[in-house]
């Protein structure tokens, strides 16, 4: 039984899809503009589904608050208390202005206290609905989701992200070991696909040197909620609001030997 | 109107449309084994397609020279002369095992004394089939194609691969200086997939180590008649049978800034 914070993501999604999906297959008439670098890209798109959702927040649940991506959502206050709905419109923009077979995902966490309590994430080419409340497990279109079996890095497929790093040299430095390690490594350029095929069992792990609350809240509670472990870069534990930025998500068999090649680089 | 020999590959492809997606749908009856390392996977989807496309070939063109990525085929005979079919029955296995919206390819070109004159790639999980004959341009699903207008690397998405590199640490070190100054890096893990992604302009480079004929000789085509140059990564014409391994394809605009940051890695 969903909860209702659950509900009303699920029925924002549902609200929202059709929409999506009509401006991704009209992309002809999209406004693209750039934002920090020339490949960091915004559309109306991103910023529509960001309004409305603090429109139904508003309505819905006077006086939680909202962040998001763009423009004055993304002033996050320092730790903040209570119920906290955390939104990425558009993850992976990038891939939504240009892509055959986009990885996109519209992501939405309710965060109470520090910790992510309910999840969703949509995948609108794709058709997938990822949704986790708390203690509940995590599902794909009604599906129980699973993390992956693997035990060893050589077998592994460990997602990796060079965009939205302002110092790519570091990052290479500290990735390089991981990507000789890895049997396999993936770069799609949206952090919730990333961190949702933990979830599925799909990819092993997961890095980034650099994310913000609303590029993972939704994700790292559909993945725990698959069994998934999650911590900083040095293994410390990952909550939403800590002011830290590195990310590792793994399929728990293959976290130690990730934080090691990390550590090691 | 197409050639022959397109018509051939198009009819092949949509013949065998159907067995490929049945068995990605139920991959959990799937037999998989791994070639030269872990992560290089094999499943008998790929050989059946290889013997079929053999036996079709056999028959409709007697005479005419087979290689392919599985088994037997995979010895190519040096500069093969006359007409030679080259066929990687699935192009990116590891998607097709482990994959949320997977990008994997059947790929078949015919290759005419070392010059590629008809291309079919189908994706099947995005259900997109790309076709090409020699100087008579490349359509996906009919449509006709072009390389995107990008002209800064800046601004550009580069496609590379990690996968199958006796030497990752090379790569590494030549590869460096396009993920800095790339505006957005992907890897995908299907050459196929990357290569067609520049026809369509959604992608604006790709990059490989070290690639075999069956990986690129069908996209290559449908990249250059859609506007793409290819080249090895020096510079020099990328021709099929010419047993080098490097590839640099591009949209043409960016392709000196590439072969910049390879060259002065």
């Given at each position: 039984?969903?909860?209702?914070?659950?509900?009303?993501?699920?029925?924002?999604?549902?609200?929202?899809?059709?929409?999506?999906?009509?401006?991704?297959?009209?992309?002809?008439?999209?406004?693209?503009?750039?934002?920090?670098?020339?490949?960091?890209?915004?559309?109306?798109?991103?910023?529509?589904?960001?309004?409305?959702?603090?429109?139904?927040v508003?309505?819905?649940?006077p006086?939680?608050?909202?962040?998001?991506?763009?423009?004055?959502?993304?002033?996050?206050?320092?730790?903040?208390?209570?119920?906290?709905?955390?939104?990425?419109?558009?993850?992976?923009?990038?891939?939504?202005?240009?892509?055959?077979?986009?990885?996109?995902?519209?992501?939405?966490?309710?965060?109470?206290d520090?910790?992510?309590?309910?999840?969703?994430?949509?995948?609108?080419?794709?058709?997938?609905?990822?949704?986790?409340?708390?203690?509940?497990?995590?599902?794909?279109?009604?599906?129980?989701l699973?993390?992956?079996?693997?035990?060893?890095?050589?077998?592994?497929?460990?997602?990796?992200?060079?965009?939205?790093?302002?110092?790519?040299?570091?990052f290479?430095?500290?990735?390089?070991?991981v990507?000789?390690?890895?049997g396999?490594?993936?770069?799609?350029?949206?952090?919730?696909?990333?961190?949702?095929?933990?979830?599925?069992?799909?990819?092993?792990?997961?890095?980034?040197?650099?994310?913000?609350?609303?590029d993972?809240?939704?994700?790292?509670?559909?993945?725990?909620?698959?069994?998934?472990?999650?911590?900083?870069?040095?293994?410390?534990?990952?909550?939403?609001?800590?002011?830290?930025?590195?990310?590792?998500?793994?399929?728990?068999?293959?976290?130690?030997?990730?934080?090691?090649?990390?550590?090691?680089?």
């Amino acid at each position: 039984m969903a909860s209702r914070d659950l509900k009303f993501i699920q029925d924002f999604l549902k609200r929202n899809w059709d929409y999506v999906l009509e401006k991704y297959r009209d992309k002809s008439r999209l406004t693209v503009t750039s934002k920090s670098e020339p490949a960091d890209l915004l559309t109306e798109v991103d910023l529509t589904i960001q309004k409305r959702f603090a429109d139904a927040v508003a309505e819905a649940f006077p006086g939680d608050l909202v962040v998001g991506e763009e423009g004055d959502l993304g002033k996050i206050p320092s730790n903040p208390r209570g119920r906290v709905w955390v939104i990425d419109p558009i993850d992976g923009t990038y891939n939504f202005v240009r892509g055959m077979n986009p990885l996109f995902g519209i992501s939405i966490a309710l965060v109470v206290d520090g910790l992510a309590r309910a999840a969703g994430v949509g995948f609108p080419v794709g058709g997938q609905v990822f949704l986790a409340d708390q203690g509940e497990g995590s599902f794909c279109n009604g599906r129980p989701l699973r993390v992956s079996d693997v035990q060893h890095l050589a077998e592994a497929c460990v997602e990796i992200d060079f965009s939205g790093l302002d110092d790519k040299k570091a990052f290479l430095s500290r990735a390089s070991n991981v990507i000789r390690q890895s049997g396999q490594i993936r770069c799609q350029g949206a952090a919730t696909g990333g961190i949702c095929q933990i979830a599925t069992g799909d990819v092993d792990g997961y890095i980034h040197m650099s994310l913000c609350p609303w590029d993972y809240a939704a994700a790292q509670l559909i993945a725990e909620e698959a069994g998934a472990m999650a911590t900083r870069l040095d293994g410390s534990p990952l909550r939403v609001f800590d002011g830290r930025e590195g990310v590792l998500i793994s399929n728990g068999a293959v976290h130690e030997a990730l934080l090691g090649c990390i550590t090691h680089s």
